[in-house]
């Protein structure tokens, strides 16, 4: 049983209104859908429910949400066989129900985002993506790096793009989190 508030746009005060708005009108709701944010009564999805606890801190994590799907270096098949790494290793199925299907709709077969969510990084011919998995899966899983393995990513994606890489397994992690601290599910239907 979910333990998130699945709060109503009638039940917000102004601070939980004003990020309910910037959510739902923001750049996640803009271009073609790959999951619905709010539910038929208007209840948010997954972790934008719970960022209502706290406007405050809640805008904050939306902000660098959107910054790191919208703002990145990162190719977006780059940016979400990550995420499903990351969801992978907490077994986070919010996380898995969204970016899978975010990841179809930028042109992930069903076996490369098999492979991301197990960590896998054998079936990518591309080596960016492949060193893009393994990085992802090394730090969601283990937490760091070895020198050899921060060599490689450093080597094929360059400083900028390895530092969004870890930024982006952070957040993700922060959000699977959440999402498994609130028994946050996979939307009814979905």
């Known amino acids: 049983m979910t333990r998130a508030p699945g709060l109503r746009p009638d039940d917000l005060d102004e601070d939980q209104r004003r990020l309910y708005d910037s959510i739902t009108g923001g750049p996640r709701s803009a271009g073609p859908q790959a999951f619905p944010l709010t539910d038929d009564e208007g209840r948010l999805h997954g972790p934008f429910d719970l960022m209502l606890l706290s406007p405050p801190l809640g805008a904050a994590v939306q902000r660098l949400g959107a910054t790191i799907r919208y703002g990145g270096g990162l190719s977006a098949r780059e940016r979400e066989l990550a995420i499903v790494a990351v969801g992978g290793a907490w077994s986070s199925g919010f996380e898995l129900y969204a970016h899978r299907a975010i990841g179809a709709q930028v042109g992930?077969?069903?076996?490369?985002?098999t492979a991301a969510e197990g960590g896998d990084d054998a079936p990518f011919a591309d080596a960016r993506e492949r060193v893009v998995v393994a990085t992802a899966a090394a730090l969601a899983r283990r937490?760091?790096?070895d020198d050899t393995a921060y060599a490689a990513a450093a080597d094929a994606l360059g400083a900028p793009d390895l530092y969004e890489l870890t930024t982006l397994v952070g957040y993700y992690a922060l959000i699977a989190l959440q999402l498994k601290v609130y028994r946050v599910g996979v939307?009814?239907?979905g």
């Open 108 to 113: 992930l077969t069903e076996a490369e985002l």
């Open 143 to 145: 937490r760091d790096l």
């Open 187 to 189: 939307p009814t239907g």
